[in-house]
Protein backbone atom coordinates (compact mmCIF):
# COMPACT_ATOMS: atom_id res chain seq x y z
CA UNK A 1 0.00 0.00 0.00
CA UNK A 2 2.80 2.65 0.75
CA UNK A 3 3.96 1.69 -2.80
CA UNK A 4 0.71 2.75 -4.06
CA UNK A 5 0.71 5.67 -2.68
CA UNK A 6 3.82 6.93 -3.62
CA UNK A 7 2.89 6.10 -7.53
CA UNK A 8 -0.73 8.12 -7.02
CA UNK A 9 1.09 11.19 -7.94
CA UNK A 10 2.71 10.20 -11.36
CA UNK A 11 -0.32 9.26 -12.21
CA UNK A 12 -2.04 12.38 -12.04
CA UNK A 13 0.88 13.64 -13.55
CA UNK A 14 1.06 11.68 -16.63
CA UNK A 15 -3.08 12.24 -16.62
CA UNK A 16 -3.06 15.64 -16.65
CA UNK A 17 -0.41 16.15 -19.55
CA UNK A 18 -2.11 13.43 -21.43
CA UNK A 19 -5.00 15.83 -20.79
CA UNK A 20 -3.18 19.20 -21.92
CA UNK A 21 -2.24 17.82 -25.17
CA UNK A 22 -5.23 16.31 -25.94
CA UNK A 23 -6.63 19.43 -25.37
CA UNK A 24 -3.98 21.28 -27.90
CA UNK A 25 -4.71 18.33 -30.52
CA UNK A 26 -8.16 19.61 -30.42
CA UNK A 27 -7.55 23.15 -30.75
CA UNK A 28 -4.98 22.38 -33.58
CA UNK A 29 -7.50 19.58 -35.02
CA UNK A 30 -9.92 22.89 -35.15
CA UNK A 31 -7.66 25.48 -36.83
CA UNK A 32 -7.51 23.35 -39.45
CA UNK A 33 -10.62 22.50 -40.28
CA UNK A 34 -11.19 26.42 -39.89
CA UNK A 35 -8.62 27.20 -42.30
CA UNK A 36 -9.96 24.41 -44.79
CA UNK A 37 -13.37 25.72 -44.70
CA UNK A 38 -11.66 29.30 -45.73
CA UNK A 39 -9.53 27.45 -48.58
CA UNK A 40 -13.04 25.85 -49.57
CA UNK A 41 -14.78 29.16 -49.85
CA UNK A 42 -12.00 30.69 -51.77
CA UNK A 43 -12.14 27.86 -54.12
CA UNK A 44 -15.47 28.38 -54.64
CA UNK A 45 -15.20 31.93 -55.62
CA UNK A 46 -12.75 31.72 -57.81
CA UNK A 47 -14.57 29.32 -59.74
CA UNK A 48 -17.22 31.09 -59.99
CA UNK A 49 -15.18 34.17 -61.16
CA UNK A 50 -13.68 31.67 -63.69
CA UNK A 51 -16.91 30.39 -64.84
CA UNK A 52 -18.21 34.03 -65.49
CA UNK A 53 -14.90 34.80 -67.23
CA UNK A 54 -15.90 32.31 -69.49
CA UNK A 55 -18.64 33.41 -70.16
CA UNK A 56 -17.96 37.21 -70.93
CA UNK A 57 -15.11 36.04 -73.42
CA UNK A 58 -18.20 33.88 -74.77
CA UNK A 59 -19.94 36.43 -75.57
CA UNK A 60 -17.22 38.13 -77.00
CA UNK A 61 -16.07 35.30 -79.05
CA UNK A 62 -19.82 35.46 -80.60
CA UNK A 63 -19.95 39.28 -80.89
CA UNK A 64 -16.66 38.68 -82.86
CA UNK A 65 -18.23 36.42 -85.33
CA UNK A 66 -21.61 38.23 -85.87
CA UNK A 67 -19.18 41.40 -86.88
CA UNK A 68 -17.08 39.13 -89.46
CA UNK A 69 -20.06 37.55 -90.77
CA UNK A 70 -21.34 41.40 -90.61
CA UNK A 71 -18.07 42.77 -92.99
CA UNK A 72 -17.50 39.81 -95.15
CA UNK A 73 -21.58 40.41 -96.17
CA UNK A 74 -20.56 44.06 -96.65
CA UNK A 75 -17.14 43.79 -98.48
CA UNK A 76 -18.97 40.73 -100.70
CA UNK A 77 -21.91 43.57 -101.14
CA UNK A 78 -19.25 46.22 -102.10
CA UNK A 79 -17.56 44.19 -104.80
CA UNK A 80 -20.92 43.35 -106.85
CA UNK A 81 -21.53 46.73 -106.39
CA UNK A 82 -18.12 48.02 -108.01
CA UNK A 83 -18.59 45.13 -110.95
CA UNK A 84 -22.28 46.32 -111.78
CA UNK A 85 -20.94 50.04 -111.65
CA UNK A 86 -17.91 48.86 -113.92
CA UNK A 87 -20.57 46.64 -116.23
CA UNK A 88 -22.85 49.47 -116.55
CA UNK A 89 -20.81 52.27 -117.07
CA UNK A 90 -18.58 49.86 -120.02
CA UNK A 91 -22.41 49.57 -121.79
CA UNK A 92 -22.84 53.40 -120.96
CA UNK A 93 -19.73 54.29 -122.99
CA UNK A 94 -20.36 51.52 -125.76
CA UNK A 95 -24.03 52.79 -126.39
CA UNK A 96 -22.91 56.48 -126.59
CA UNK A 97 -19.70 55.65 -128.87
CA UNK A 98 -22.23 53.91 -131.27
CA UNK A 99 -24.65 56.83 -131.13
CA UNK A 100 -21.61 59.21 -132.09
CA UNK A 101 -20.29 56.98 -134.59
CA UNK A 102 -23.30 56.86 -135.75
CA UNK A 103 -23.72 60.32 -136.04
CA UNK A 104 -20.14 60.89 -137.31
CA UNK A 105 -19.48 60.19 -141.02
CA UNK A 106 -16.68 59.56 -143.31
CA UNK A 107 -16.65 61.57 -146.75
CA UNK A 108 -15.26 60.02 -150.20
CA UNK A 109 -14.98 62.19 -152.99
CA UNK A 110 -14.51 60.67 -156.25
CA UNK A 111 -13.81 62.72 -159.11
CA UNK A 112 -13.62 61.47 -162.32
CA UNK A 113 -10.47 62.15 -164.71
CA UNK A 114 -13.03 62.55 -168.30
CA UNK A 115 -15.04 65.41 -166.76
CA UNK A 116 -14.64 67.92 -164.09
CA UNK A 117 -17.69 66.11 -161.89
CA UNK A 118 -17.32 64.73 -158.49
CA UNK A 119 -19.33 62.20 -156.84
CA UNK A 120 -19.31 62.26 -152.88
CA UNK A 121 -20.25 59.47 -150.70
CA UNK A 122 -20.73 59.27 -147.28
CA UNK A 123 -21.15 56.70 -144.70
CA UNK A 124 -21.66 56.27 -141.14
CA UNK A 125 -18.34 55.51 -138.99
CA UNK A 126 -20.46 52.97 -137.25
CA UNK A 127 -20.85 51.30 -141.11
CA UNK A 128 -17.38 51.77 -141.53
CA UNK A 129 -16.33 50.12 -138.77
CA UNK A 130 -18.64 47.53 -138.72
CA UNK A 131 -17.47 46.95 -142.34
CA UNK A 132 -13.65 46.16 -141.14
CA UNK A 133 -14.18 44.22 -138.07
CA UNK A 134 -16.23 41.88 -140.17
CA UNK A 135 -14.08 42.09 -143.04
CA UNK A 136 -10.96 41.46 -140.36
CA UNK A 137 -12.90 38.32 -138.86
CA UNK A 138 -13.66 37.03 -142.21
CA UNK A 139 -10.21 36.81 -142.77
CA UNK A 140 -9.04 35.78 -139.88
CA UNK A 141 -11.40 32.64 -140.42
CA UNK A 142 -10.52 31.84 -143.64
CA UNK A 143 -6.93 31.83 -143.14
CA UNK A 144 -7.89 29.42 -140.18
CA UNK A 145 -10.04 27.15 -142.29
CA UNK A 146 -6.82 26.85 -144.66
CA UNK A 147 -4.61 26.34 -142.41
CA UNK A 148 -7.19 23.72 -140.98
CA UNK A 149 -7.85 22.30 -144.36
CA UNK A 150 -4.05 21.96 -145.15
CA UNK A 151 -3.21 20.40 -142.02
CA UNK A 152 -5.66 17.26 -142.93
CA UNK A 153 -5.04 17.28 -145.95
CA UNK A 154 -1.37 16.71 -145.20
CA UNK A 155 -2.37 14.32 -142.54
CA UNK A 156 -4.69 12.09 -145.21
CA UNK A 157 -1.35 12.44 -147.59
CA UNK A 158 0.92 10.57 -144.62
CA UNK A 159 -1.81 8.36 -143.88
CA UNK A 160 -2.15 7.30 -147.73
CA UNK A 161 1.53 6.72 -147.92
CA UNK A 162 1.36 4.71 -144.25
CA UNK A 163 -1.57 2.59 -145.70
CA UNK A 164 0.81 2.01 -148.67
CA UNK A 165 3.97 0.93 -146.67
CA UNK A 166 1.56 -1.36 -144.64
CA UNK A 167 -0.02 -3.03 -147.91
CA UNK A 168 3.55 -3.71 -148.89
CA UNK A 169 4.77 -4.69 -145.24
CA UNK A 170 1.57 -7.28 -145.24
CA UNK A 171 2.73 -8.32 -149.12
CA UNK A 172 5.98 -9.70 -147.48
CA UNK A 173 4.66 -11.01 -144.08
CA UNK A 174 2.10 -13.20 -146.34
CA UNK A 175 5.03 -14.43 -148.68
CA UNK A 176 7.25 -15.10 -145.65
CA UNK A 177 3.83 -16.98 -144.01
CA UNK A 178 3.84 -18.85 -147.35
CA UNK A 179 7.60 -19.70 -146.80
CA UNK A 180 7.14 -20.93 -143.52
CA UNK A 181 3.89 -22.77 -144.57
CA UNK A 182 5.97 -24.51 -146.99
CA UNK A 183 8.96 -24.58 -143.78
CA UNK A 184 6.36 -26.13 -141.89
CA UNK A 185 5.08 -28.76 -144.88
CA UNK A 186 8.59 -30.13 -145.12
CA UNK A 187 8.88 -30.47 -141.48
CA UNK A 188 5.65 -32.59 -141.20
CA UNK A 189 6.78 -34.79 -143.72
CA UNK A 190 9.97 -35.34 -141.91
CA UNK A 191 8.31 -35.67 -138.33
CA UNK A 192 6.21 -38.51 -140.31
CA UNK A 193 8.67 -40.63 -141.16
CA UNK A 194 10.67 -39.81 -138.09
CA UNK A 195 7.39 -41.05 -136.26
CA UNK A 196 7.63 -44.07 -138.53
CA UNK A 197 10.78 -44.49 -137.70
CA UNK A 198 10.48 -44.60 -133.84
CA UNK A 199 7.36 -47.00 -133.99
CA UNK A 200 10.09 -49.37 -135.54
CA UNK A 201 12.42 -48.59 -132.77
CA UNK A 202 9.54 -49.44 -130.55
CA UNK A 203 9.12 -52.64 -131.45
CA UNK A 204 13.10 -53.37 -131.75
CA UNK A 205 13.43 -52.19 -128.16
CA UNK A 206 10.52 -54.14 -126.41
CA UNK A 207 12.02 -57.26 -128.34
CA UNK A 208 15.53 -56.53 -127.61
CA UNK A 209 14.65 -56.29 -123.54
CA UNK A 210 11.85 -58.69 -123.44
CA UNK A 211 8.68 -56.70 -123.26
CA UNK A 212 5.55 -58.61 -124.67
CA UNK A 213 3.15 -56.47 -126.20
CA UNK A 214 -0.01 -57.23 -124.26
CA UNK A 215 -2.51 -55.22 -124.90
CA UNK A 216 -4.15 -55.20 -128.55
CA UNK A 217 -7.35 -53.85 -129.51
CA UNK A 218 -9.95 -55.68 -131.41
CA UNK A 219 -10.51 -54.71 -135.58
CA UNK A 220 -13.10 -55.43 -137.85
CA UNK A 221 -10.99 -57.73 -139.79
CA UNK A 222 -10.26 -59.74 -136.53
CA UNK A 223 -6.69 -59.14 -136.38
CA UNK A 224 -4.99 -57.77 -133.31
CA UNK A 225 -3.91 -54.05 -133.48
CA UNK A 226 -0.51 -53.22 -131.85
CA UNK A 227 -0.30 -51.16 -128.48
CA UNK A 228 1.06 -48.25 -130.15
CA UNK A 229 -1.08 -45.94 -131.32
CA UNK A 230 1.32 -45.39 -134.30
CA UNK A 231 1.93 -48.37 -135.43
CA UNK A 232 -0.92 -47.88 -137.89
CA UNK A 233 0.92 -44.66 -139.08
CA UNK A 234 2.36 -45.67 -142.38
CA UNK A 235 3.90 -42.92 -144.58
CA UNK A 236 2.00 -43.42 -148.15
CA UNK A 237 3.62 -42.53 -151.42
CA UNK A 238 0.74 -41.91 -154.08
CA UNK A 239 1.97 -41.36 -157.95
CA UNK A 240 2.71 -37.73 -157.42
CA UNK A 241 5.17 -38.80 -154.64
CA UNK A 242 3.28 -36.53 -151.92
CA UNK A 243 3.17 -37.48 -148.28
CA UNK A 244 -0.27 -36.76 -146.56
CA UNK A 245 0.34 -34.26 -143.69
CA UNK A 246 -2.51 -32.48 -141.35
CA UNK A 247 -3.27 -29.31 -143.10
CA UNK A 248 -3.11 -27.25 -139.71
CA UNK A 249 -0.74 -27.31 -137.09
CA UNK A 250 -3.70 -28.92 -134.55
CA UNK A 251 -3.40 -32.00 -136.65
CA UNK A 252 0.46 -31.98 -136.55
CA UNK A 253 0.53 -31.77 -132.83
CA UNK A 254 -2.30 -34.18 -131.93
CA UNK A 255 -0.07 -36.80 -133.90
CA UNK A 256 2.99 -35.62 -131.93
CA UNK A 257 1.56 -35.76 -128.64
CA UNK A 258 -0.26 -38.87 -129.18
CA UNK A 259 3.32 -39.95 -129.87
CA UNK A 260 5.00 -38.41 -126.60
CA UNK A 261 2.48 -40.42 -124.77
CA UNK A 262 2.80 -43.83 -126.27
CA UNK A 263 6.45 -43.16 -125.78
CA UNK A 264 6.61 -42.20 -121.93
CA UNK A 265 4.58 -45.02 -120.98
CA UNK A 266 7.03 -47.26 -123.45
CA UNK A 267 9.78 -45.77 -121.06
CA UNK A 268 7.97 -45.98 -118.03
CA UNK A 269 7.38 -49.68 -118.87
CA UNK A 270 11.18 -49.93 -120.18
CA UNK A 271 12.84 -48.14 -116.84
CA UNK A 272 10.42 -50.43 -114.57
CA UNK A 273 11.76 -53.78 -116.83
CA UNK A 274 15.65 -52.43 -116.35
CA UNK A 275 14.96 -51.67 -112.80
CA UNK A 276 13.37 -55.66 -112.30
CA UNK A 277 16.53 -56.94 -114.43
CA UNK A 278 18.88 -54.89 -112.15
CA UNK A 279 17.44 -56.45 -109.21
CA UNK A 280 16.64 -60.52 -110.08
CA UNK A 281 20.15 -62.08 -108.41
CA UNK A 282 20.93 -63.54 -111.77
CA UNK A 283 24.31 -62.98 -111.75
CA UNK A 284 27.13 -65.88 -110.39
CA UNK A 285 28.45 -64.35 -107.00
CA UNK A 286 31.79 -65.47 -106.96
CA UNK A 287 34.58 -67.06 -108.95
CA UNK A 288 35.24 -71.05 -108.19
CA UNK A 289 33.36 -74.41 -108.82
CA UNK A 290 30.37 -75.60 -106.89
CA UNK A 291 31.26 -78.42 -104.54
CA UNK A 292 27.75 -79.16 -103.46
CA UNK A 293 24.32 -78.42 -105.72
CA UNK A 294 21.06 -77.34 -104.67
CA UNK A 295 18.30 -80.37 -103.22
CA UNK A 296 18.83 -83.78 -101.19
CA UNK A 297 22.47 -84.69 -100.47
CA UNK A 298 24.77 -86.66 -97.91
CA UNK A 299 25.98 -83.51 -94.93
CA UNK A 300 29.78 -83.51 -95.49
CA UNK A 301 29.82 -82.92 -91.52
CA UNK A 302 26.92 -85.53 -89.92
CA UNK A 303 26.92 -87.49 -92.70
CA UNK A 304 23.56 -87.91 -92.55
CA UNK A 305 21.27 -87.20 -96.03
CA UNK A 306 19.55 -83.73 -95.48
CA UNK A 307 18.10 -81.16 -97.84
CA UNK A 308 20.76 -78.85 -99.32
CA UNK A 309 18.66 -75.33 -99.71
CA UNK A 310 21.29 -73.18 -101.61
CA UNK A 311 24.40 -74.08 -103.81
CA UNK A 312 28.35 -74.17 -102.34
CA UNK A 313 30.88 -72.25 -104.42
CA UNK A 314 34.84 -73.58 -103.47
CA UNK A 315 37.69 -71.81 -103.37
CA UNK A 316 40.58 -70.22 -101.41
CA UNK A 317 39.69 -68.05 -98.44
CA UNK A 318 39.85 -64.52 -99.26
CA UNK A 319 37.97 -64.57 -102.64
CA UNK A 320 35.65 -61.83 -103.68
CA UNK A 321 32.38 -62.43 -103.38
CA UNK A 322 30.19 -60.00 -105.14
CA UNK A 323 26.03 -58.87 -104.83
CA UNK A 324 24.03 -61.37 -107.94
CA UNK A 325 21.67 -58.36 -108.19
CA UNK A 326 20.76 -54.51 -106.72
CA UNK A 327 19.35 -54.41 -103.58
CA UNK A 328 18.86 -53.35 -99.88
CA UNK A 329 21.26 -54.95 -97.28
CA UNK A 330 18.92 -56.71 -94.53
CA UNK A 331 21.59 -58.76 -92.25
CA UNK A 332 24.93 -58.49 -91.23
CA UNK A 333 26.12 -60.76 -88.60
CA UNK A 334 26.91 -64.50 -87.23
CA UNK A 335 24.36 -66.51 -87.44
CA UNK A 336 24.53 -70.53 -86.00
CA UNK A 337 25.72 -72.73 -88.45
CA UNK A 338 25.71 -70.15 -91.53
CA UNK A 339 28.53 -68.84 -89.56
CA UNK A 340 29.38 -64.79 -90.79
CA UNK A 341 26.31 -64.22 -93.05
CA UNK A 342 25.45 -61.73 -95.09
CA UNK A 343 21.45 -61.08 -96.48
CA UNK A 344 20.26 -58.79 -99.54
CA UNK A 345 17.35 -57.84 -100.28
CA UNK A 346 16.10 -57.36 -103.74
CA UNK A 347 12.77 -56.27 -104.16
CA UNK A 348 10.32 -58.28 -106.26
CA UNK A 349 9.97 -61.31 -104.16
CA UNK A 350 13.62 -61.91 -104.60
CA UNK A 351 16.19 -62.05 -101.48
CA UNK A 352 19.99 -63.73 -101.89
CA UNK A 353 22.01 -65.44 -98.76
CA UNK A 354 26.10 -65.42 -98.88
CA UNK A 355 27.34 -67.60 -95.78
CA UNK A 356 30.38 -68.78 -94.43
CA UNK A 357 32.12 -65.47 -95.11
CA UNK A 358 35.61 -64.77 -93.52
CA UNK A 359 34.38 -60.75 -93.39
CA UNK A 360 31.78 -58.60 -94.41
CA UNK A 361 32.33 -55.53 -96.57
CA UNK A 362 28.91 -54.11 -96.52
CA UNK A 363 27.07 -53.05 -93.65
CA UNK A 364 23.29 -53.08 -92.42
CA UNK A 365 21.33 -50.55 -94.47
CA UNK A 366 23.50 -50.15 -97.41
CA UNK A 367 22.39 -50.37 -101.36
CA UNK A 368 24.35 -52.34 -103.08
CA UNK A 369 24.34 -52.33 -106.98
CA UNK A 370 24.79 -55.81 -108.81
CA UNK A 371 28.51 -56.76 -109.02
CA UNK A 372 29.35 -54.72 -106.25
CA UNK A 373 31.89 -56.50 -103.44
CA UNK A 374 30.22 -57.26 -100.64
CA UNK A 375 32.23 -60.03 -98.36
CA UNK A 376 35.52 -62.68 -98.42
CA UNK A 377 35.82 -66.15 -98.93
CA UNK A 378 35.85 -67.90 -95.25
CA UNK A 379 34.67 -70.98 -93.45
CA UNK A 380 33.04 -69.84 -90.00
CA UNK A 381 30.53 -71.48 -88.74
CA UNK A 382 29.40 -75.37 -89.78
CA UNK A 383 32.11 -76.03 -92.62
CA UNK A 384 34.38 -78.53 -93.60
CA UNK A 385 36.62 -75.93 -96.11
CA UNK A 386 36.53 -72.25 -97.64
CA UNK A 387 33.46 -71.92 -99.71
CA UNK A 388 30.35 -70.13 -100.01
CA UNK A 389 26.59 -71.33 -99.75
CA UNK A 390 24.57 -69.23 -101.85
CA UNK A 391 21.00 -69.29 -101.72
CA UNK A 392 18.42 -67.65 -103.49
CA UNK A 393 14.76 -66.98 -101.89
CA UNK A 394 11.59 -66.23 -103.82
CA UNK A 395 8.03 -65.22 -102.46
CA UNK A 396 9.51 -66.33 -98.79
CA UNK A 397 10.86 -70.04 -100.03
CA UNK A 398 14.55 -71.84 -101.53
CA UNK A 399 15.01 -72.20 -105.24
CA UNK A 400 17.65 -73.51 -107.13
CA UNK A 401 20.06 -70.67 -108.03
CA UNK A 402 21.27 -72.44 -110.79
CA UNK A 403 17.87 -71.69 -111.98
CA UNK A 404 17.99 -68.16 -112.03
CA UNK A 405 21.35 -67.78 -113.31
CA UNK A 406 21.19 -69.90 -115.90
CA UNK A 407 18.14 -67.76 -117.14
Not at 328 to 349: D, K, P
Amino acid sequence: MPKIKNFIPTINSVFYSLSHILSKFVVFLSNIIKISCKLSLLILSCLGDTVSYLNEINVIIDQMLVSLLFSSCFVFYKFIEFICSIVSNSVIWLISLIIRWKKEKFTFVIISPESSKQKNLCFSKLFVYSGAVAISFTALFLVISSLVLYNINDNLTNEVFASREKTGNIIAINESYEEQIDKLTNNAIIVSAKLNELNDLEYKIRDMVGLNISETTSVTNGLSAPLSRSADRTVNLPENSSIYVPEDSYGIITLIESEKEVIDKFSKDLEERLDFLDARPDQFPTAGRITSPFGFRIHPTTGKRDYHKGIDIGNEQGTQIFAAGSGVVTFVGYNGGYGRMVIISHGYGYKSVYAHLKSASVKLGDSVEKGDKIAHMGSTGLSTGSHLHFEIHYNGKQINPLNIIED
